[in-house]
């Protein structure tokens, strides 16, 4: 019964918001599949909820030295208001050397093709939008 008024909620800010769906369970079912089987790293990923105002996580500007948690982190997907990408990390090499940066962002943006789901790329980070108002910045 929560789950059904957790979704009632999610769908009365849609409605007062006045969002757009652009992804569904399927949508993000297969991006999460994706990434998780055919990626070198799941990336780490900065995610937005609709019944929330704050960031998960906060603080996502430069390149992280973790991966994101794409088997259990987004879900469930029809809360996802956005999730922002970064497809690369900082790998760990000792104390006086350096992380190095693990890249992976043209097998993300290829991935985001093959499965036609709409983004806006803005610097090093791609977000995927669940839900959105204006949908004129999206690439396909």
């Known amino acids: 019964m929560e789950t059904n008024q957790n979704k009632a909620r999610v769908m009365k800010a849609v409605a007062e918001r006045n969002l757009v769906s652009i992804m569904n369970d399927t949508k993000w079912r297969e991006l999460q599949d994706a990434v998780i089987n055919t990626l070198l790293f799941p990336p780490p990923y900065q995610g937005k909820y609709l019944l929330d105002d704050r ?3 906060e603080e996502f500007e430069t390149d992280v030295s973790y991966w994101g948690d794409w088997i259990e982190g987004i879900a469930p997907f029809y809360t996802v208001e956005w999730i922002r990408v970064r497809p ?5 090499r000792g104390r006086l050397v350096s992380p190095e940066v693990i890249d992976i962002t043209d097998d993300f ?4 093709k093959e499965l036609s789901i709409p983004y806006r790329q803005e610097n ?9 108002s204006d949908t004129s910045k999206l690439t396909l």
């Open 124 to 132: 090093e980070t791609y977000t995927i939008y669940g839900y959105i």
């Open 88 to 92: 690369r990390y900082l790998k760990y």
């Open 55 to 57: 960031l998960y996580p």
């Open 109 to 112: 943006a290829k991935l985001l």
